[in-house]
């Protein structure tokens, strides 16, 4: 039986040259391998990206991580997620960032429903982030247009289009449309013809 790996093991081992173009977790010590995701999901990521990009300019502190960076939610066995998108608040220097997978706590944690995602698979996900102590998680689903937030020990708020997104306490003076998440340049809203960028 092949004992669990770490979470150092599991970096070094899934980016060996034969692994190289394929995406993988560590479910307690095991390694999984995820499904490539299609074009549609890769461009809600952008877009949800440049909504949470334009935020921390703004403020002028804090990061954001994307492209399925990993994300140590368990310890002992090891378990590694690598969430869609991940938002630190804090302020820390390029070089500082580690080039592993991380066990620094995100404020905020994304992820974009596809059509590979199963309900109690994403709702186990949900729980290990909380369980890590992420504060507030958000899952898109491109197809409906909404979105649901997260909070621990709270049922989930599910928002449509027309309604507002804030920060929830967690994100400060963070607002922004739901329809903005799935806003293309040079596009109007389907909420109200609104053209003008998100606000956030």
């Given at each position: ?32 391998e995820m499904p490539p995701p ?37 310890r002992g066995p090891d378990t ?121």
């Amino acid at each position: 039986m092949t004992p669990p790996l770490t979470a150092d093991e599991f970096f070094e081992w899934a980016n060996r040259p034969e692994n190289a173009g394929r995406r993988f977790e560590l479910e307690s010590g095991e390694v999984i391998e995820m499904p490539p995701p299609g074009l549609f999901h890769g461009v809600v990521c952008w877009l949800v990206g440049v909504v949470l990009s334009q935020y921390l300019f703004r403020r002028g502190r804090g990061f954001l991580s994307t492209n399925d960076a990993g994300l140590i939610v368990q310890r002992g066995p090891d378990t590694v997620r690598g969430p869609d998108l991940m938002l630190f608040l804090e302020s820390q220097e390029l070089d500082q960032i580690t080039r592993k997978h991380t066990d620094q706590v995100p404020a905020l944690v994304v992820e974009v429903f596809s059509p590979t995602d199963k309900p109690g698979r994403l709702n186990r996900r949900v729980a290990q982030y909380h369980g890590r102590g992420v504060p507030l998680v958000w899952v898109v689903f491109p197809e409906e247009r909404t979105v649901n937030v997260y909070r621990p020990n709270e049922p989930p708020a599910v928002l449509d289009e027309a309604e507002e997104l804030t920060g929830d306490g967690v994100l400060p003076d963070f607002r922004c449309r739901v329809s903005d998440l799935f806003r293309l340049p040079g596009k109007s809203s389907q909420v109200d013809g609104d053209v003008s960028p998100p606000v956030a």
